[in-house]
């Protein structure tokens, strides 16, 4: 597969196993049928750990797609998923270089924290139009606003960022703002692995991709992986299968 500097994960990881995200999918549908409104899945995890990748085959198989599936089937869960990463939250590169915190963009105070918390809400309240909300653009390394729409038929939002389960202000907020929580959980030398070789591809030299991916990407792992405890799945970054199951 060609590498698609937009989706880095899709080079850097093999599909996962199309039974687990099923079982997975299964959990959403219990949800669907309680809830009888919008759910928002939250999936967090350390850099690395195969989140967006999670993220990504959940709502595909839901609407209907994935490697795996048939194109006119999807799952047994109505209306369609949206994948949400908070990415698109990071602040802009000027704002980083007048606040002296560059060199560790990715860290959680890199992050429009508040901004990131105030589309929860709005997600969670607003219905008869079409909620938009920043991507994030790895060619210029730079958020892009209102290029994801959720539109009103969107039934679930998957949600995907480092910093969900943080119980650091205003992130603390995000778990009871969720319907459920995963954790995507992979050993540190796979991550670490995954790191290099996705910052390697995006321009660093080997050595300076080294670097970042142990001490930026290694110093926000410590945080982030802290949090697991809040989640109520640990799910497997490189299989999709539940570890662990907190409920």
């Not at 039974?19 to 549908?29: C, G, M, P, S």
Request: net charge negative.
């Amino acid at each position: 597969m060609p590498f698609d500097p937009e989706h880095p994960e899709r080079a850097e990881r093999p599909a996962l196993s199309a039974e687990a995200v099923d079982l997975l999918i299964a959990r959403i549908t219990s949800l669907t049928d309680a809830a009888g409104r919008r759910l928002l899945i939250g999936i967090t995890g350390s850099p690395g750990s195969g989140k967006t990748t999670l993220a990504k085959a959940v709502v595909d198989r839901i609407n209907g797609g994935g490697p795996d599936a048939d194109p006119h089937v999807g799952s047994d869960v109505p209306g369609t998923a949206v994948h949400l990463p908070m990415d698109g939250y990071h602040l802009a590169n000027s704002t980083l270089d007048r606040l002296g915190i560059h060199d560790r963009k990715g860290a959680i105070e890199t992050f429009d924290g508040w901004g990131f918390v105030a589309l929860l809400d709005r997600l969670r309240s607003e219905s008869g139009h079409t909620v938009y909300a920043p991507s994030f653009k790895r060619r210029v390394d730079e958020g892009v606003a209102g290029e994801i729409a959720v539109d009103d038929s969107a039934t679930i939002v998957v949600i995907e960022g480092n910093y969900l389960l943080s119980d650091v202000e205003p992130w603390s907020g995000i778990r009871d703002r969720l319907d459920a929580a995963w954790f995507c959980a992979t050993p540190q030398d796979e991550r670490e692995r995954r790191l290099i070789d996705r910052h390697t591809r995006h321009g660093r030299t080997p050595e300076a991709a080294t670097a970042w991916a142990r001490d930026v990407d290694g110093a926000n792992a410590v945080l982030i992986e802290r949090s697991r405890e809040r989640a109520e799945l640990v799910i497997s970054g490189v299989t999709g299968e539940v570890v662990a199951d907190v409920v």
